[in-house]
């Protein structure tokens, strides 16, 4: 990985594909599902608080869906999904991951 972070210049969330499309400043671009943003979900309540295991989760379901998503100073989102999760901040860095794969 890069010293230099890149910085999404376009983030799209396409409600009929259930999926975030996201875009870079350096030219690479890439989407990932709803699902899968939902269960890589950086929040203490799915990762776990501190070093130990992290705590089950409920299946998430199939069909979920982002409601809205919330600029968090220059450096994250914090996204509300229709399962009612909202507690966990998405940098770009972490956007970057899911979406591009590096």
């Known amino acids: 990985m890069s010293a230099v972070m890149a910085w999404p210049v376009k983030l799209s969330f396409r409600r009929t594909a259930g ?3 996201a875009e870079f400043d350096d ?3 890439g989407s990932v599902a709803y699902k899968r ?3 890589n979900s950086p929040s203490a309540a799915v990762r776990g608080h501190g070093g ?3 705590p ?3 299946p998430v379901p199939e069909d979920i869906s ?3 998503a919330d600029p968090v100073g220059r450096y994250a989102l ?3 999904f229709s399962d009612g999760h909202d507690s966990g901040l998405y940098n770009w860095d ?3 991951k899911l979406t591009v794969g590096d």
């Open 52 to 54: 130990g295991p992290p």
């Open 27 to 29: 030219g690479k671009s």
């Open 56 to 58: 089950p989760q409920a």
């Open 78 to 80: 914090r996204i509300v």
């Open 19 to 21: 999926e975030l499309f």
């Open 37 to 39: 943003l939902r269960e």
């Open 66 to 68: 982002v409601l809205r």
């Open 94 to 96: 972490q956007i970057r």
